[in-house]
């Protein structure tokens, strides 16, 4: 198998749940160190750098490190990586170690052929991406300088030029309690559940004002509701969490003002810090990427990301694996698709920063 398949199964061994990156991290900190590597490795990140003889841009790649439980489900150990035809299972196999596995040989043969003239390559590798508590915004802050970024994530090395941001909301409806016996709206009564349903009828209709070129409507979808006492009391408060997916035609207060004018309920944002992200128009890192792979198709990404960190920057999102495997039982990555991006980011490297 080549090298990136059998460093990729190693990955995959090492169980690297949210919160428990540390033995996978110490492993790619020794492993890329024999090779020859600049590596650190802090309480962010691991970080290996490939440096130009001459002054010229920087150049990073970031994925994580972390990988959601395995769950139920799976006819497979998920932590014992095996092959079967031309696919390689396990936890994390997509999601996002390939992607790993990818970068960190395409820098490593960056420096098995002599290194690169100028500029600087970043392979920037964070902590708990698949929960709020990621480490990749301050990995990015101690970074330095930053011109341009692909964020390896499952794309079937397609480029996702868009990435929609999220937003969480809670909508609380007030009514009255009294006796389900007595539930009449001839006094004025207020039935907090209807208010609620109402507002969620709605959601469909929101947001039509604006369509992005590549992810269309932002959307407001329902993912939890809770209300009740007893079964024979009408409740007081009724409640329902909204998952709002943006776009960058609409800031989250934007949105989140949108929902106030034109729902019964109150509107209490939770949270708004994954913002959208999209690729600069006239992007270098995209012509480049495009040269290298034509047939690579451009499209809009509906899943939230480290992007949000390099949204600054001139970036992309690509990587092996497919997105809709990430999280499921017997996830599992094309092992072609693993090789084809170990030379694709080498060569993205080489074309954007000799070509400065």
């Not at 150049?59 to 079967?84: K, M």
């Not at 207060?253 to 939770?270: F, K």
């Not at 990301?305 to 990555?333: L, M, N, Q």
Request: include cysteine.
């Amino acid at each position: 198998m080549p090298g990136e398949i059998d460093f990729l199964r190693e990955l995959i061994a090492i169980p690297s749940v949210s919160g428990e990156e540390t033995a996978v991290a110490v492993f790619i900190e020794e492993t890329t160190r024999r090779w020859g590597l600049e590596v650190v490795r802090n309480a962010n990140s691991v970080q290996i750098e490939v440096r130009g003889w001459g002054a010229g841009p920087t150049l990073a790649f970031a994925s994580h490190l972390d990988v959601v439980p395995p769950g139920a489900g799976w006819t497979r150990d998920p932590f014992n990586p095996i092959i079967e035809g031309t696919r390689l299972y396990g936890r994390g196999s997509g999601d996002a170690k390939a992607s790993v596995a990818a970068m960190l040989y395409a820098a490593k043969d960056l420096m098995d052929t002599g290194g690169i003239d100028a500029g600087r390559l970043l392979v920037i590798l964070g902590y708990g991406e698949e929960t709020k508590n990621t480490t990749m915004g301050a990995a990015v802050e101690a970074a330095g300088e930053i011109d341009a970024a692909v964020i390896g994530e499952p794309t079937g090395l397609d480029f996702a030029i868009a990435q929609r941001g999220l937003m969480m909301v809670d909508l609380v409806a007030q009514g009255d309690q009294r006796h389900a016996a007595y539930a009449s709206g001839e006094d004025g009564f207020t039935n907090s559940v209807q208010v609620l349903s109402g507002d969620l009828l709605k959601l469909d209709n929101l947001f039509a004002s604006r369509s992005h070129p590549v992810l269309g409507r932002a959307m407001a979808t329902a993912t939890m509701l809770e209300a009740g006492i007893s079964r024979n009391i009408t409740p007081p408060v009724a409640r329902a969490v909204l998952d709002v997916r943006s776009t960058p035609d609409w800031s989250h207060e934007e949105l989140a003002q949108e929902l106030r004018t034109a729902l019964t309920s109150d509107v209490i944002v939770t949270s708004r810090r994954l913002v959208p992200c999209e690729t600069p128009s006239g992007s270098r890192l995209l012509a480049t990427a495009s040269l290298l792979r034509p047939a690579a198709a451009h499209f809009g990404s509906p899943t939230c990301s480290d992007w949000v960190f390099f949204r600054d920057f001139d970036a992309i999102k690509c990587g092996p694996g497919t997105s809709r495997r990430s999280h499921t039982a017997d996830e599992y990555v094309d092992i072609p698709e693993v090789t084809a991006a170990r030379g694709f980011y080498g060569q993205l490297a080489r074309a954007y920063l000799w070509g400065h």
